[in-house]
């Protein structure tokens, strides 16, 4: 029984991987100059895309509250939670937003060298999705607990921006000046050169 | 009655994706993919006069031959999907390719065992079971070359979609019927033959769908490297990532 249990799963598993790769947006062949503008943004997105971490320390700042249940009005104090909440959300998704660039990055790179080493390829895709369920954990218990039930998760939690943020001016110097200088205009005037 | 309507629509539909192949660049494209559609309909065609006429053990041997062939000329049509769609990426198809090999040696290694292992060889229930780990690492070869092409975002083009997403149902469902023939025994027989005949002719369906006119695969431009080599690239991609988990590994123990 257990085999055919495995079985199943498997069957069911690989059914919901073919209605993932059929119901996949088209992705244009990526290359040359499209590349290099692609890369740039997702990195550029990385560095500049995310809330500063003064503000997003203000975001959870305990003050605030203190502040609002001292007012005693309860309906404001709903009111201050609940947006308070929403914004502590809508920063995940973005963290999240950032991990998943940086993946996209990577594997759009990677997939052209031809010495891929199938170990480390298999380690970053499990970090990658390490990372991302993270995230997603996070998302949760700031849906269900609020971002002021857990002050040292959200502290720990507001590092994350400065360290995306000092992933990204690594990424910036990896990719170097000559690598991503600004776009030549070298057209002929009947044709488009980068 | 439906058994030979379904039967003589499913032959229709074979002659009629080799009919279309064989008028454009499909058949150059993707000659393993037609040998393999041949090969069916050429057993379908051979296997109807035999279930007609024939006696049921006979019709037996007859299916179980058809069906080991069919599983060959279905590895054949892996590998084309495998070398097609990551044509252009070398990496990728390396990585393919190895993990290919291996699970194809896992496999026969498996099944030799079972045979080996078994005291009486009980047929056509062994057949049913070596059919089964056959297909599964049909099966499993298919999740990594299409795993691949999500990770990667690899594009695929219109006639390899339609081959992966026709021959996978096919294989899927083989799988998920196989193993309940193999626990249910030869009594799950008519069910499963139901099953099968009903998502072979969805398969065709796909194929006829998709595979109506030659659509070449998305070629990429020439490549731009970034990082000079790959373990620039791998070692920049895990630092940006022990940073990032660590951050949020602390984050998620408060």
Not at chain 1, 10 to 21: E, H, I, M, Q, R
Not at chain 2, 175 to 203: E, H, P, T
Request: proline content about 4%; hydrophobic content about 50%; glycine content about 6%.
């Amino acid at each position: 029984m257990i085999q055919v249990i495995l079985f199943l799963i498997l069957g069911a598993g690989f059914l919901v991987l073919l209605y993932l790769f059929a119901g996949r947006k088209n992705v244009r062949p990526e290359g040359g100059a499209e590349v290099l503008v692609q890369a740039r943004q997702a990195l550029n997105s990385l560095q500049t895309g995310l809330l500063p971490p003064e503000l997003i320390v203000r975001v959870f700042a305990r003050e605030d509250l203190e502040f609002v249940n001292s007012v005693g009005a309860p309906a404001v104090e709903a009111l201050f939670l609940s947006e308070r909440k929403r914004v502590a959300l809508r920063w995940v998704a973005h963290v999240r937003k950032q991990v998943l660039s940086l993946k996209h990055f990577h594997s759009g790179q990677s997939r052209i060298y031809a010495r891929l080493d199938a170990r480390t390829e298999i380690a970053l895709a499990f970090d990658f999705a390490s990372l991302l369920i993270a995230c997603r954990i996070l998302q949760i218990v700031f849906y269900f607990r609020g971002p002021y039930a857990a002050p040292r998760m959200v502290r720990k939690a507001v590092g994350v921006a400065g360290e995306v943020c000092a992933v990204s001016q690594r990424c910036l110097a990896f990719l170097g000046p000559a690598k991503t200088g600004p776009v030549r205009n070298d057209s002929a005037g009947d044709s488009a050169a980068i | 009655m439906a058994t030979y309507a379904l039967w003589a629509a499913g032959i229709g539909l074979e002659s009629l994706i080799l009919f279309r192949s064989v008028k454009s660049p499909i058949l150059r494209t993707y000659p393993r993919f037609c040998v393999y559609i041949a090969c069916i309909l050429v057993s379908d065609a051979a296997l109807w006069p035999v279930y007609k006429m024939a006696s049921a053990r006979t019709y037996q041997r007859f299916y179980w031959a058809k069906e080991f062939i069919c599983v060959i000329a279905g590895y054949a049509v892996v590998l084309e999907i495998l070398e097609r769609a990551l044509d252009s990426y070398d990496g990728p198809k390396k990585l393919a390719r190895n993990a290919a090999l291996t699970i194809f040696t896992a496999i026969v290694a498996i099944t030799s065992g079972e045979f080996l292992l078994q005291r009486s060889v009980r047929f056509p229930l062994t057949a049913v079971e070596v059919q089964r780990d056959l297909r599964t690492a049909e099966l499993v070869l298919l999740s990594l070359i299409i795993g691949l092409l999500l990770y990667y975002r690899i594009e695929a083009g219109r006639n390899l979609k339609g081959i992966v997403l026709g021959y996978g149902f096919c294989v899927a469902t083989v799988v998920i019927g196989d193993a309940f023939r193999s626990y249910a025994g030869m009594s799950f027989q008519a069910a499963f033959s139901v099953l099968r005949s009903y998502s072979f002719f969805a398969s065709l369906l796909i194929w006829v769908v998709f595979l109506w006119s030659y659509e070449p695969n998305p070629v990429p431009e020439q490549p731009t490297q970034l990082a000079d080599d790959y373990d620039t690239l791998a070692n920049w991609t895990k630092g940006a990532l022990a940073g990032m988990r660590g951050h949020l590994g602390k984050a998620a123990r408060p």
